[in-house]
């Protein structure tokens, strides 16, 4: 089964650094990219960015660029969303997703998702 | 970045009815096109991908169409479990980008 697990959830401080996680299994990870998307309480769905594993080239979204890193080990199989001075704002569900065709980033969709990870940030 | 415009917002229909949604793009995408549904406290599932193509496992009641910069995603026949907020995403070019979702609500 393909599959893909995040890391708990985490609470912290503002101005706090913190990376999260989500490991693939069931599947050769370096073969298809993940996506990180961001969901705000109440709100839609943001796209994040996303990260070839086989060789870390990264794509992200001018809303995320400069705060969020996206990095994966492919030795590890799995694919990690840092951040160097988390903000409130950044208060939010994260979800990992796979592409479903292998090596593109483009066509396909997005199947499946990591079961989320609750990130808040209160001081 | 491509913006995509979602609508309705929200509606409500009776189970058995035919719904459509339509999503719209500022400007081509071809046919990169997806669609998620999300019931409440579930993280997303992918119903249709690349515009038209039916996900292993998704209900046959669910279809999508379109190209370039318009797109729909019709249920043939809405199911009570079908409560959800539906959004379209965009994957063409370097940013991909999230339609701002519709609640379905059953009458």
């Known amino acids: 089964e393909v599959q893909l697990v995040q890391s708990g959830a985490e609470v912290k401080k503002p101005g706090e650094s913190l990376r999260i996680s989500c490991k693939g299994s069931g599947y050769n990870f370096a073969n298809y990219w993940i996506t990180w998307v961001r969901q705000m309480p109440g709100k839609g769905l943001e796209w994040m960015g996303r990260?070839?594993?086989?060789?870390?080239?990264?794509n992200y979204s001018p809303s995320f660029q400069g705060h969020v890193t996206i990095t994966a080990d492919k030795s590890l199989a799995s694919a990690y969303l840092q951040w160097g001075s988390l903000r409130a704002s950044d208060t939010a569900i994260y979800y990992c997703?796979?592409?479903?065709?292998?090596?593109?980033?483009?066509?396909?969709?997005?199947?499946?998702w990591g079961q989320g990870t609750l990130v808040t940030v209160s001081s | 970045d491509i913006q995509m415009t979602q609508s309705p917002s929200s509606l409500s229909a009776s189970v058995g009815d035919r719904v459509t949604i339509t999503c719209r793009a500022s400007q081509t995408i071809r046919t990169y096109l997806n669609w998620y549904q999300q019931k409440p406290g579930k993280a997303p599932n992918l119903l249709i991908y690349?515009?038209?193509n039916l996900q292993s496992g998704a209900p046959s009641r669910f279809s999508g169409s379109g190209s370039g910069t318009h797109f729909t995603l019709t249920i043939s026949s809405l199911q009570p479990e079908d409560l959800a907020t539906y959004y379209c995403q965009q994957s063409h070019g370097m940013v991909a980008t999230f339609g701002q979702g519709t609640k379905v609500e059953i009458k």
């Open positions: 997703a796979r592409h479903t065709i292998e090596s593109s980033g483009l066509a396909g969709g997005l199947d499946p």
């Open positions: 690349d515009a038209t």
């Open positions: 990260i070839d594993p086989s060789d870390s080239y990264t």
